[in-house]
């Protein structure tokens, strides 16, 4: 197979659960300004949740569903416990607060489940390849299919929904000037709350995604992954919806086409090489690559 | 009563310097050794959030790097300290220039400190153009690739595995001198046209830069002495700790600093001590609980992270409520430790008389209810003359 | 309609709005006027919602509001327009609209509204697909008013209509102002261009400092010495 085309598709499925987990974080930093280091989190709580799920006899859909339900949860309790008293506080007591409650989070599941690296067992069916192309052909798995499907159709979906709906203007018009938007009638904690159950279920998929992918789980394994989906938004623009998808995708294919091709030993570089590439690009747009200018009202 | 005590210059010397000076020595001399390495241990990070607080109390630099600092502080400070033959013999593959250079401890503890100013410099272009989230954002990326260096230079650092055998430098007296220096020098600064600079770009950058105020420079000038500090504790804490390594400079020892910080109050020097000292003791009271314990018949079993947990909660819940930490904006610890005002009143009679006229109120005033009348009378009648 | 009693409104440790009582009649327009820091915005915020007050009351139509949400007030029909317009910029002249009916349920009324507002402001037809950002002053005064129409409502606060307008559009929405009013819509005015408020509304109240020093009907004002040594430049 091709090497390169290889090296692609596996950044892309990357850079897909990227994008999932950016959006999230650009939904909510849009209304809110805030930046919640949990979100990386509910990955994992989302993948434990599955796991459990599973391992009670749920089929894989109700599981995943399940897994859904139980992270927006989660996501609820946080926002209405930490972030809403909160809300009118400066962006450093957000910024820590969320810190605080990533840590709150991992220690928990530290304390229930243990440290111990644990496998997410997907059924064979996704570990299945399929073949593509006749000379010079590509072989893909299964889930990698999976994840381009599922990832598209939930980006498409949100996107829909933020651009046409009535809550989604309403939730653009928050991110834009809260104030104005209240005087339009429009609730904003019902706006936050719909904006936190949003991101809540796009990470639980791009935990399950991940998980399904990579196998290998732990408390701490959201966080990691948070931050450089965080990193992708920021690279896109933060608050842009399309620019989170954008830089998480981007991303993605960086750090694998950078693991995949640069010489040995770079490779453990790879988280580093990830916070370089933001580095540089704030370095040169400092509102990311799609990023408006921030001037807001509030 | 509290408000004239508390500024009373004997009562800051005793309650600030002489107290806790006079609980070290008996610490020192008396107590187990474990004990003595947690006290050692509050003083590092006494100032480490001292030096954090420079940044993201100060100079509105809100960063979450510092672990990085403190752990470029340990392995320069480490590599000096520790013999050629030493290095050797821990380091495969170190090179003779390495393993030969060797420094005194101190001049060791301010190399290690250039070090982490030194890197400082190179990572304060980049970071400090950005603002806000984004500069925060930027530090963690600082944490993850100082780690990443440190872990992939073997030859250099022994990566991943850290090294360990350095000597116990950090007792008691020496990190205790080390502390205060470091607190007066910090203290100095910040009351110094620096500081007010400092105070002015925090507020309004744009009306300080109308001023003639050069908002890069001063905000440079706070990373790099903060990285510097933070840089001198964590050589402290390598020769305390005696075994460093890459890990242990990461993400959570980041978040404790923060901790610290943030509980004793970010926008004070004086916020490190109530800050380390809630962060440093607190744990070691709920460590008993993580093993395991026996309530009512029940057998909790270990609670792995408990402690973190319990600290972040209490951490969420300070910021909700009491946003400001312990010592909100008040100066009194290190004021009353360096500030004139505490010195210069030790040598004038008033302040002794004043100090016994208090005591005298305070210890008799509820003994004596004929007293409390006749106070209370005398203070109508002043309260009259006021008025007319 | 509107009853203000002892209102008292402040920023932390400043008291913006120190005791006022007052009454707004329905189906008037009644102009609170004053110099710069009064306490004219802030009042008007106080009703809407945004700021809680620190005392008093207010009621409308027989109910207590002081303690309600923005977005309560707007389904009780009373719709701020707020200084500065504050139109929604990224937005589409469309959207900022449709947000004014946000919480309107009746598709027929919002469209019979929409056609309202196209009727006294016919440029936002014309640039009902354009992103607003881009309107003059004046179009995004015609839009932050359009908007408010949308949700239909009893009484319209507006916040300095005028401010920063050229005088042909100051002009053109005094003009739909009275309309309104002639429509049944209850107007409380905030101006600091005291000869069109006196000129447009019913009854006036001037604030100076947080308290009413002086009320009576906007007519008579315009001939009050106080009024036009300190707000009119004396003289007719």
Not at chain 1, 27 to 45: K, Q, S, T
Request: hydrophobic residues 50%.
């Amino acid at each position: 197979m091709d090497f390169f085309a290889g090296s692609l598709i596996s950044g892309l499925q990357l850079g897909s659960i990227y994008a999932l987990i950016a959006i999230g974080y650009s939904i909510v930093y849009g209304i809110l300004r805030l930046i919640n280091f949990a979100h990386g989190d509910l990955l994992m709580v989302a993948t434990y949740g599955a796991w459990i799920l599973i391992a009670r006899g749920l089929s894989l859909p109700f599981a995943v569903i399940g897994s859904v339900l139980i992270t927006v949860a989660f996501g609820l309790v946080i926002e209405r416990a930490a972030y809403r008293p909160l809300r009118d506080a400066g962006e450093e007591a957000t910024l820590i607060t969320s810190l605080a409650v990533s840590i709150f989070l991992q220690n928990l599941f530290l304390m229930v489940f243990t440290p111990k690296n644990r496998a997410f067992a997907l059924p064979g069916f996704f570990s299945e390849k399929l073949v593509l192309g006749g000379a010079g052909s590509i072989t893909i798995t299964n889930m990698s299919i999976v994840i381009f499907v599922v990832t598209g159709g939930l980006i498409a979906a949100v996107s829909l929904i933020i651009k046409k709906t009535r809550l989604g203007i309403a939730m653009r018009a928050c991110a834009e000037n809260s104030t104005a938007a209240k005087l339009m009638g429009v609730n904003l904690n019902a706006v936050v709350v719909f904006a936190f159950v949003v991101g809540s279920a796009l990470a639980a998929v791009a935990g399950v995604l991940y998980s399904g992918q990579y196998v290998s789980f732990n408390p701490s394994m959201g966080f990691m992954i948070g931050i450089k989906a965080f990193a992708a938004a920021v690279i896109g623009g933060i608050g842009s919806f399309a620019g989170a998808a954008a830089g998480g995708v981007l991303l993605g294919v960086l750090e694998i086409l950078f693991a995949c091709y640069l010489p040995e030993g770079a490779g453990v570089y790879q988280t580093a090489f990830v916070f370089l590439v933001l580095i540089v690009v704030l370095l040169f747009k400092p509102n990311g690559l799609f990023g408006a200018a921030e001037g807001r009202r509030s | 009563m509290a408000k004239a005590l508390f500024a009373n210059p004997l009562f800051k010397f005793l309650a600030v310097v002489a107290a806790p000076v006079a609980a070290l020595l008996y610490i020192y001399i008396g107590v187990a050794e474990y004990y003595q390495i947690v006290v050692v241990m509050f003083m590092i990070n006494v100032i480490l959030t001292a030096s954090l607080n420079i940044t993201n109390g100060f100079a509105g630099i809100f960063s979450m790097g510092q672990a990085g600092f403190m752990g470029i502080g340990a392995y320069a400070g480490s590599l000096l300290t520790m013999t050629a033959e030493l290095k050797f013999s821990r380091i495969p593959g170190i090179p003779a220039w390495l393993a030969e250079a060797h420094l005194p401890f101190i001049p060791a503890l301010v190399a290690a400190g250039l070090a982490g100013a030194a890197v400082a410099v190179v990572f304060g272009f980049p970071v400090l153009r950005a603002k806000g989230h984004y500069l925060a954002v930027m530090t963690l990326g600082m944490i993850i690739i100082i780690k990443a260096v440190l872990d992939n230079n073997a030859h250099l650092t022994n990566g991943a595995k850290g090294i360990s055998g350095m000597e116990r430098f950090s007792t008691l007296p020496m990190v205790f001198a080390v502390m205060i220096v470091s607190l007066f020098v910090l203290h100095r600064m910040t009351k110094s046209a620096f500081g007010r600079s400092m105070a002015a770009i925090r507020s309004d950058a744009d009306a300080a830069a109308s001023l003639g105020i050069n908002a890069t420079k001063y905000r440079m000038t706070a990373f790099v002495v903060s990285a510097f500090f933070g840089a001198v504790g964590g050589s402290l804490w390598a020769h305390l700790q005696q075994t460093i390594a890459p890990s242990l400079f990461y993400f959570k020892e980041s978040f404790s600093i923060l901790e610290m910080s943030v509980l004793g109050g970010m926008g004070t020097l004086s916020g490190a001590f109530p800050g380390a000292a809630i962060v440093t003791f607190l744990p070691q009271f709920l460590a008993n609980a993580e093993n395991g314990f026996r309530v009512f018949g029940f057998t909790v079993p270990a609670l792995n992270g408990l402690s973190n947990i319990v600290m972040s909660v209490i951490f969420i819940l300070v910021i909700i409520r009491w946003r400001g930490g312990v010592m909100r904006s008040s100066e009194y610890i290190v004021d009353a430790m360096f500030g004139r005002d505490t010195w210069a009143g030790l040598l004038r009679k008033e302040t002794y008389v004043d100090f016994w006229n208090i005591l005298r109120e305070g210890l008799f005033k509820n003994n004596n209810p004929h007293r409390l009348e006749e106070k209370s009378k005398q203070e109508e009648k002043d309260h009259e003359k006021e008025n007319r | 309609m509107l009853e203000a009693r002892n209102l008292k409104v402040s920023y932390g440790h400043i008291d913006a709005v120190r005791g006022i009582t007052f009454r707004v009649e329905a189906g008037e327009i009644v102009s609170l006027i004053g110099a710069n820091g009064a306490g004219k915005s802030t009042t008007l915020r106080a009703i809407s919602g945004l700021i809680r007050p620190r005392a008093g009351e207010i009621v409308f139509e027989g109910k207590p509001i002081e303690k309600a949400p923005p977005h309560e007030l707007v389904k009780l029909g009373i719709v701020h327009v707020p200084e500065s317009r504050q139109i929604f910029g990224r937005l589409s002249v469309a959207e900022n609209l449709a947000l004014g009916g946000y919480r309107a349920r009746d598709k027929h009324a919002l469209s019979e509204r929409l056609d309202y507002v196209f009727g006294i402001f016919p440029i936002l037809k014309e640039r009902y697909r354009r992103s607003s950002g881009v309107l003059s002053g004046g179009e995004q005064q015609m839009l932050a008013i359009g908007r408010a129409l949308m949700s239909g409502p009893k009484l319209l606060l507006l916040d300095e209509p005028s401010l920063g307008l050229a005088p042909i559009y100051v002009q053109r929405v005094m003009d739909v102002i009275s309309q309104l009013r002639d429509r049944g819509i209850t107007i409380l005015l905030v101006e600091q261009n005291v000869h069109e408020a006196l000129h447009i509304s019913d009854k006036t109240w001037l604030l100076e400092n947080g308290r009413i020093v002086l009320f009576g009907k906007s007519g008579e004002l315009l001939y009050n010495e106080q009024i036009r040594d300190s707000y009119l430049g004396g003289g007719i």
